[in-house]
């Protein structure tokens, strides 16, 4: 128990670690959270001029896309700015940083993602914040159906995130397909479910679980019910398991150092 | 009172895979792996008492930093029997985290955009201390390492000596009965080398921290430790006291002296003139027949000296030595 | 310069471009990687367009399906083909590099444009049969009229080395300012929306296509893209001196911010 509460205040100072290492930015903690604003728009810019042509497209409308973009974003934002090191953790592995992180008594995986923040993904949570707000999914009714759906979406893309890089353990030079693999789960997420069928949409739940953070969650804020939400915490919850698996037998296969020497 | 350290019989072999070259060689390697097994550590047995400060010296790849990392828990031992604290690091690796400290070299653990007073308030939420105890501590030692004024700078705006003086305080402020270095003066100028290891030296002998160094550098060797460890290609070569190491195996020192005169010439015996330019004039002093003090005040006596050094040979060198002159495993005498 | 010292130039800059391109198609991994992308994006679009038209809705000048997927294959292969050239000037402006190579009589600019040049035509080279291959079989076939996309080509080329003009350009603004980032992910944007890179043009509301031509964004791509739908020599020929004017005005730009940024060394030294 005391060992519970003592990696959990571990957790709220790497959280307050790294909001200080972000503002010590300044001027470019504004830029690049700014940036990822206007990028977002942009990227919505492009539904926006399509659905003013063809007011529905697959049962769906502005407003749903709306929803599907404001839940992925946020839970993208979240993911990247509580979790920024899951985008350089196979760089970490290959490059032996997980070595000081073994040294220290605190659990190596929750260090090692905690341990580093992109201040862009202020401008994520900003965008995906605004976006609920305007699809009416913050009214009091809606906000703890948004507040799961987040979630899911963040931790799903995490989990995901933390597999495909844990591949490093295993396969050299990961680093930049985990990076691209995690950019197509965000890309996928970004879409609209009824796009796709058949075989892809089973590939989405699965591989690039895309139909985690972005479909299901979506739904969940779209036509909130109790067995979408009790899917949405069985997913999160798998994932989750997943990633520690797949990272704990890494990190065994790390400590036995059969890798290629360095 | 148990060793802190003991190491029986350890062997830590690791199996490789050929280069693979791009996602289909990997691929390729998967389903047809060309692996060839590299023995890093081969039979290695030592005891360290607590309080002591050793070092393990070596050429690269002799198996310095496996050992090292053995001991701290990062890598499984092959085969062998590996106590820390009387605590087997594979198995109880949180356990002992606790009661370690690590400072690797080349890598570091402050957080480089931020100052390093914020690094230590972590860590002493990483190693759960008591709020009044780890203030005095740091205290303590912002005070002896004389860092006061740096702390509240973000790290990446430190020379590389300030960044090693943080670096050490971050890893003593859990008080730990064990600190490994993995080449801790690297990279610094001869002024910050010779602070670092007075600083380590004081700090072993007041907290009673037992370290275990290893290094390229002898001068670590030298002004840190008493007792050296010396591997080469996976074995124990040399377990010796400092003084004896000097004594039995560093019998030479080599002078390098640049003058007015064209050459210069010491009749001394133990002297011997090396290959040498106009000027510069390249000396090898016997230390078992003479003194380098006599021998550099015959010099500076006999010619209008402009410049003058005094350099052991190369680690190397003294490896080879050893090598040939020494059975492996000496034990301590 | 005369004739011998101009051929000895351009052989010069011949031999980085080569060079360059022989080095990017050594980077198997970042080829592929950008194939894959396209590949990604067509067909979540080629998805996109199949259901927004499956109940026969109209598009434009009577394109369908195939043809809007073969308009996004022609602008994703000129942006997708062009490296970031900004980058790498402005990493030598950061570390000093370039204040011995502006200063000299070989121009920095020059062989910094042969390089991306270079890169760049080794990647419309590879990704243009590749990503035609991937439209083929996503659009199941040609577009209506085929003849257009031979149209497509060189304006699409065009259009690539003009993105490298003017990424140069905001590269060299790093002498003033430090972090270009900024400024590129802004002309990007700009170039996706104004540029219709994934939504022809037509599609835009009237008010946004006006102002979008007031830029160099839509010969960029909308340009090129449209010949998809159509062998279209007057159009075409419209994108191509669009194109060769804005190329002009770039590198006249260019060739000032060079100039400028060599006196401001020779002033303030490095």
Known sequence: MARIVGTL????????????????????????????????????????????????????????????????????GASVVFAGGVRDLARSIGEGELDSLLVQPKPVLLHAVASRTLASGWGDLATGVGMLWIAGALAPGMLGWTALAVATS????????????????????????????????????????????????????????????????AELVRAPSVPLALAALAASLGWTLLALFVFGRGLRRYASGNRILP | MPPAIELEN?????????????????????????????????????????????????????????????????????????RVLALEPGRERTKLAFRIGAVFGQRSQLWSHLPAADTFDLLARIYE??????????AELVASFEIAEVIEKPVRQL????????????????????????????????????????????????????????????????????????????????????EALRKSFIPMKRISVVTEEAEVHVGLPGVRRLPSRPHRTELEVDLALIGVDRVVAAIVAGARVLDLSVEDPPMEEIVTAIYRGAAPVEGRK | MSGARLAVSTQKYLAIARASARRAFAERAVLAGRVVFLGVILFIFSRIWETVLARGALTVSGAGKAELIWYLAVTEWCVLS???????????????????????????????????????????????????????????????????????????????????????????????????????????????????????????????????????????????GRMAFGFAPGAALETLLELLAWSALVAAGLAWLANRARLRLTVNGG
Request: net charge positive; proline share 6%.
């Open chain 1, 9 to 76: 205040r571990f957790l709220r100072a790497l959280v307050a670690m790294n909001l200080r290492a972000s503002l010590a930015l300044r001027g470019a903690f504004w830029l690049q959270a700014a940036f990822m604003v206007l990028n977002n728009l942009v990227f919505f810019a492009t539904w926006w001029l399509l659905f003013a042509r063809y007011p529905e497209i697959g049962g769906w409308r502005l407003h749903d896309v709306l929803t599907l973009f404001g839940v992925v974003a946020s839970g993208f």
């Open chain 1, 154 to 217: 963040g931790t799903v893309f995490t989990a995901s995130g933390v597999i495909v890089q844990s591949l490093a353990f295993w396969i050299d030079g990961m680093e930049t397909l985990a990076r691209q693999i995690w950019e197509f789960t965000l890309t996928f997420s970004l879409y609209p479910r009824p796009l796709f069928t058949g075989e892809i949409a089973f590939l989405l739940y699965t591989l690039l679980p895309a139909g985690f953070v972005g479909f299901l969650p």
């Open chain 2, 10 to 82: 350890l062997r830590k072999v690791f199996r490789v895979r050929g280069r693979a070259h791009g996602i289909s060689g990997s691929v390729r390697a998967l389903f047809a792996p060309t692996t060839r097994e590299v023995v890093a550590v081969d039979d290695v047995s030592f005891a360290i008492e607590p309080g002591e400060r050793v070092a393990f010296v070596g050429p690269n790849g002799a198996g310095k930093s496996t050992t090292l990392k053995v001991l701290s828990g990062i890598l499984q031992p092959s085969a062998g029997r590996v």
């Open chain 2, 129 to 138: 201390l008591a709020p009044a105890d780890y203030r005095q501590r740091r």
């Open chain 2, 159 to 242: 020379s590389l000596g300030e960044r090693m003086r943080c670096e050490l305080v971050a890893s003593l402020l859990h008080r730990p009965e064990i600190l490994f270095l993995d080449e801790p003066t690297i990279g610094l100028d001869v002024v910050a080398k010779a602070t670092i290891r007075d600083l380590l030296r004081e700090r072993g002998r007041r907290d009673g921290c037992t370290l275990l160094l290893t290094s390229h550098d002898t001068g670590d060797m030298e002004g840190v430790c008493e007792r050296v460890l010396v591997i080469h290609r996976g074995r124990l070569l040399l377990d010796r006291p400092i």
């Open chain 3, 82 to 224: 062009v490296p970031p050239v900004f980058l790498a000037i402005e990493s030598d402006v950061r570390s000093g590099d370039i204040a011995c190579r502006l200063v000299r009589p070989v121009s920095y600019v020059g062989a910094q444009l042969a390089e991306a040049l270079g890169e760049t035509a080794l990647r419309l080279l590879v990704l243009g049969p590749t990503g035609a291959a991937i439209a083929f079989a996503l659009a199941g076939g040609w577009p209506a009229d085929p003849w257009g996309l031979l149209l497509a080509a060189p304006l699409g080329a065009l259009a690539s080395a003009l993105a490298v003009l003017s990424t140069a350009a905001i590269g060299l603004s790093a002498f003033w300012i430090v972090d270009t980032s900024p400024i590129y992910w802004i002309w990007q944007k700009l170039a996706f929306v104004l540029g219709g890179l994934l939504l022809p043009l037509e599609l835009y509301p009237d008010w946004l296509r006006a102002l979008a031509r007031f830029s160099p964004f839509p010969a960029m791509l909308w340009g090129p």
